[in-house]
């Protein structure tokens, strides 16, 4: 199942999906083209969630998403013949100006 919300905080809209049955652990997939050749991404891998939200695409023309249980293959590895691992958090700086012996708080 899929949601659409309006994220007046942030300005977005936020996608809520949502699957039932199957076998955990599930494999989430996402990608701009319905084959999974191109655009993919792993959002969530061996994962036992059963519900995900995400922030719509403000330039992507289509969306796909595709939840594959334990026992099935993703539509990304059966194009591409893996699953892309999911996107590893980036810490940010805070401050800009930062001088020699200034403290860094770094968030992921």
Same mark, same amino acid.
Request: net charge negative.
């Given at each position: 199942?899929?949601?659409?919300?309006? !994220?007046?905080?942030?300005?977005?809209?936020?996608?809520?999906?949502?699957?039932?049955?199957?076998?955990?652990? /599930?494999? &989430?997939? /996402?990608?701009?083209?319905?084959?999974?050749? #191109? $655009?993919? #991404?792993?959002? $969530?891998?061996?994962?036992?969630? =059963?519900?995900? =939200?995400?922030?719509?695409?403000? =330039? @992507?023309?289509?969306?796909?998403? @595709?939840?594959?249980? @334990?026992?099935?293959?993703?539509? @990304?590895?059966?194009?591409?013949? /893996?699953?892309? /691992?999911? !996107? &590893?958090?980036?810490?940010? &700086?805070?401050?800009? $100006?930062?001088?020699?012996?200034?403290?860094?708080?770094?968030?992921?």
């Amino acid at each position: 199942m899929m949601s659409k919300t309006w !994220d007046s905080g942030t300005g977005t809209w936020q996608l809520g999906l949502s699957w039932s049955g199957g076998t955990s652990p /599930y494999t &989430i997939s /996402y990608s701009t083209d319905p084959s999974f050749q #191109r $655009g993919d #991404r792993t959002l $969530g891998m061996n994962v036992s969630i =059963t519900a995900l =939200t995400v922030t719509a695409s403000s =330039t @992507a023309a289509l969306e796909c998403f @595709a939840v594959t249980d @334990a026992q099935g293959v993703s539509p @990304a590895e059966q194009g591409l013949g /893996y699953d892309p /691992y999911p !996107d &590893i958090p980036q810490p940010t &700086i805070q401050q800009d $100006g930062l001088w020699w012996g200034d403290s860094v708080t770094l968030n992921s």
